[in-house]
């Protein structure tokens, strides 16, 4: 990535993090790896620690502290692995599950067409670029 658009990127970060804590503040600041683990655990629904960690993209003792900390606040609970007795799976609660919800339409605010000013032809390229952007980074790297 380019230095301009690494300084391009982590400006549009700063903004849309103060945007959203100025529209809506949240009720409990998480860490990014706790919203990331929440996040993937609503969407995913129950999945093995390891399967949590690898989709985040981060070691397993970093998953077990995010799930530790979400667990505390009553957002994910450990639950019975139905396939191995022996094993757990990690679940996001109700309140989780309502958490990100608010979370989503707190940026969908932020983001929306009344707040940042573009035409639908605007809000389409950006939305193509933005794609574009996550496929890049997304991108596996090559060895």
Request: glycine share 6%; net charge negative.
């Amino acid at each position: 990535m380019s230095d301009a658009l690494a300084d391009v990127v982590e400006r549009l970060y700063a903004s849309l993090v103060r945007r959203a804590r100025r529209e809506s503040p949240e009720p409990s600041m998480l860490t990014p790896t706790q919203r990331l683990a929440l996040s993937v655990a609503v969407d995913s629904g129950p999945l093995r620690l390891g399967a949590l960690a690898q989709r985040i993209g981060t070691s397993d003792s970093a998953a077990t502290r995010a799930v530790d900390a979400l667990s505390a606040a009553g957002f994910a609970e450990r639950v019975a692995d139905p396939v191995d007795g022996r094993a757990v799976q990690v679940a996001a609660t109700k309140a989780g599950r309502a958490r990100v919800s608010e979370s989503r339409e707190r940026l969908r605010r932020v983001l929306g067409p009344d707040a940042i000013g573009l035409d639908a032809s605007e809000r389409e390229n950006l939305v193509d670029l933005l794609e574009q952007l996550i496929a890049a980074l997304e991108d596996e790297p090559k060895t």
